[in-house]
């Protein structure tokens, strides 16, 4: 994972003594040391030989720094590396590797996972990842004989159900906090190692086809909803918290932000991340105003600050979501800007149709000034007409699909007046 790597500057070195760098002090810490230890379990059991100093040295550096100060998906990511390597590896210090990966990842699973199935940071490439490791973990206990706790399969099904929940139309998913799509596995092949591990996701409830004709389905806990009309628009918006209540290191402050595909295209687009390092790029990546939503009177909707740190949270919910015929209409709110003076709350309604999407957004309780974005990829938005009143202006952006690589974008913008709404339309 690049973010990884940026984060934590370090290196996956090659397999074997005789193939290690030097080994620097970041390298040495337990979040890089998960991965490494999960990636040489799977090397060892598909039959790679020569790695046990390395398998050990790796679950040592994690055992000796669980990552307790940082919770959420360090912590599972510790778990998860000490259950690999202790399912392949033999002896008492094996056993030991076993038994406290097995006691955090169990923990860990009902503090981290929704009803709903979704991770609680709210970004989908962590929760990708997060169970790819989950089923590595099962396949690699499973092969060793080691017993698997019951309720591992069950997250894992509802994990994977989520995962289908949110597939766009191109087989990626949204962006939506610090997720990036060269971050995790996708999402047909986290599906298809499930089914290579025996570990299955169920195959109703989730509408399939343009034959289904409009649908809505709202992600309670997570809080998105996701929406596709009969021409086969797909689109999903963040009406969820604002990340884990005790872990929001990986929030955006982007509450009712929205993502829309047309034509298995994604056009209006969420900004992505193009940094973990503390700095201007970070606070960019993180702030209202690069995001398809309101920005009132320059503050962000979340009180996002340093690389992974949250003050004031904003709190968002879903007010109905419901399908009108031949459309899907949704409507949320949040109270992110209700401490300032004038308490504003933004209010959305989306109008989602064959053809046609409107977007209404209004601020109730005073303000001085209120900025609606839209970001648009530059190359897909030539396949839309965008329209807004009051009338909107454009100018050159940038968003990033993968972590840290920029791809164009236009930007555009328009003032929501103190009386009445701020209509976006997009036809196709």
């Not at 092969?143 to 929940?165: D, N, Q």
């Not at 628009?233 to 929001?248: H, K, T």
């Not at 053809?355 to 530059?378: C, M, V």
């Not at 007046?417 to 976006?424: E, I, Q, V």
Request: aromatic share 8%; charged share 25%; with cysteine.
């Amino acid at each position: 994972m690049r973010a990884y790597e940026e984060q934590y500057a370090f290196e996956l070195f090659g397999p074997g003594e005789k193939n290690l760098r030097p080994v620097t002090r970041a390298g040495l810490e337990a979040g890089p040391c998960s991965v490494r230890a999960r990636n040489i379990a799977l090397a060892c059991r598909l039959g790679a030989s020569g790695l046990e100093t390395e398998l050990a040295r790796a679950c040592r550096s994690v055992v000796l720094q669980l990552e307790f100060h940082l919770l959420g998906n360090h912590l599972l990511e510790n778990g998860i590396a000490l259950v690999c390597g202790g399912a392949v590896a033999k002896g008492t210090e094996a056993d030991l590797w076993w038994r406290i990966g097995r006691a955090i990842v169990s923990d860990q699973l009902e503090a981290q996972f929704l009803p709903d199935g979704g991770h609680f940071e709210g970004s989908a490439s962590y929760h990708l990842w997060l169970v790819a490791g989950l089923i590595e973990s099962v396949f690699l206990c499973e092969a060793a004989g080691r017993p698997v706790p019951a309720g591992w399969k069950t997250t894992i099904r509802r994990a994977l159900e989520w995962a289908r929940a949110v597939r766009a139309p191109d087989g990626s998913f949204p962006l939506f906090n610090d997720a990036s799509l060269d971050a995790s596995p996708g999402i047909d092949e986290l599906l298809s190692l499930a089914e290579t591990a025996g570990v299955n996701a169920p195959q109703a409830g989730t509408p399939g086809s343009s034959r289904d004709g409009p649908w809505v389905r709202v992600l309670g806990n997570t809080g998105w909803v996701i929406a596709r009309t009969i021409d086969g628009a797909w689109l999903v918006l963040d009406a969820g918290p604002d990340g884990a209540p005790y872990q929001p290191g990986h929030v955006h402050a982007d509450a009712l932000t929205f993502e829309l595909w047309i034509g298995g295209e994604r056009v209006c687009v969420d900004y992505g991340v193009s940094s973990y390092r503390l700095g201007r790029e970070r606070d960019e990546t993180r702030s209202t105003r690069s995001h398809n939503t309101v920005e009132v009177d320059g503050e962000n909707s979340s009180e996002v600050w340093g690389a992974f740190r949250v003050g004031r949270r904003c709190r968002s919910k879903v007010i109905r979501a419901e399908r009108q015929g031949d459309a899907i209409v949704i409507e949320g709110q949040h109270d992110g800007y209700r401490w300032r003076s004038g308490r504003p709350v933004h209010r959305r309604v989306v109008l989602l149709q064959a053809g046609r999407l409107e977007i209404a957004d209004r601020i109730d309780g005073f303000f001085g000034r209120a900025t609606s974005r839209i970001l648009l990829d530059q190359q897909a938005a030539r396949r839309v007409q965008v329209r807004a009143v009051p009338n909107a202006t454009c100018r050159d952006g940038s968003w990033y699909a993968e972590f840290g690589s920029a791809r164009a974008a236009s930007r555009m913008e328009c003032e929501v007046p103190r009386a009445g709404s701020c209509r976006w339309v997009i036809t196709w």
